[in-house]
């Protein structure tokens, strides 16, 4: 009896077998991480607790017992490893994109994995961004109210720039985020706003992925990160901007709980 714990910068991941011995999955907010000792020590009172992640500390200090900790990125590709098998998706070489609070961008080859890099921007950005530029913090109204958007008097596409002519580049790549803004000075809703903050960290991400999966003679990407939960907006963005940039992308199912898997099944 175990429980795997990845104790991120915004939300506290865990993972555990239930009675039926299928895999369950909890998540807290890093803002709650006292409910989620409380949670983890009135379900595993004598089980082994596996934690991974930046608040690995914070939590073993509330949890007053033993835990073991592991290095964040090998519980979060055996994760994603674990999950590839189980939804049966190929084992070829791949580029693993974790969105995150920040991004980090790893190369998964069958049995080994390194890290390439990262960049900050990631679904921190989104929550920081949109609250600066709308007022809005609520992560799901954030979501919800960007559906409605539009972003075509923010963002300026490849073919605005090429008008009436051929592009030598898809014309729908965006040339600029938020390039348009100046050029078109009214009042602009929230909705349109937000659906340009997730076009402008999706396109982001989608773009440094692409890149390292060229550069590493990877065609797939696999995201995950809990920035894609409920977020179809940012899932569609990174999916089909994958596409038009010639790469194979996987938004992974569960793949938010890969470190939590990773670490359980360690
Ligand atoms: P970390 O491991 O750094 O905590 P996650 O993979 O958990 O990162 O992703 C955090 C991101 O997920 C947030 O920045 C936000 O964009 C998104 N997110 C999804 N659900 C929520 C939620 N309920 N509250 C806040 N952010 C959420």
Request: aromatic share 6%; hydrophobic share 40%; proline share 3%.
């Amino acid at each position: 009896n175990s429980v795997g714990v990845d104790a991120g910068g915004t939300l506290i991941k865990i993972a555990y077998r239930n009675d039926q011995q299928e895999l369950s999955f909890e998540k807290f907010p890093v803002s709650e991480i006292a409910m989620a000792a409380a949670w983890i020590q009135e379900h595993f009172a004598g089980a082994e607790i596996c934690v991974t992640g930046g608040k690995a500390k914070q939590l073993h200090d509330l949890l007053n017992r033993p835990i073991r900790t592991l290095v964040e990125f090998d519980a979060t590709c055996n994760g994603v490893q674990y999950l590839m098998d189980m939804q049966k998706l190929s084992d070829e070489p791949f580029v693993l994109t974790n969105v995150g609070t920040g991004t980090s961008i790893h190369f998964v080859d069958k049995q080994k994995h390194h890290r390439l890099g990262g960049i900050g921007v990631g679904g921190g950005t989104l929550m920081g961004l949109s609250f600066l530029l709308t007022g809005i913090q609520n992560y799901a109204e954030i979501v919800e109210v960007s559906r409605q958007g539009n972003r075509k008097f923010i963002d300026l596409k490849v073919s605005d720039i090429y008008e009436g002519m051929v592009p030598p580049i898809p014309g729908d790549l965006t040339a600029s985020n938020f390039g348009n803004v100046l050029q078109h000075q009214t009042t602009r809703q929230n909705s349109d706003i937000l659906a340009s903050v997730i076009g402008l960290v999706g396109e982001t991400i989608t773009t440094i992925s692409v890149q390292a999966a060229t550069q590493n003679g990877a065609s797939s990407i696999v995201y995950i990160g809990s920035s894609f939960i409920g977020n179809d907006v940012l899932r569609d963005t990174v999916v089909n901007y994958t596409v038009l940039r010639g790469a194979v992308p996987t938004v992974l199912r569960n793949g938010e709980y890969s470190g939590a898997i990773g670490a359980l099944m360690s």
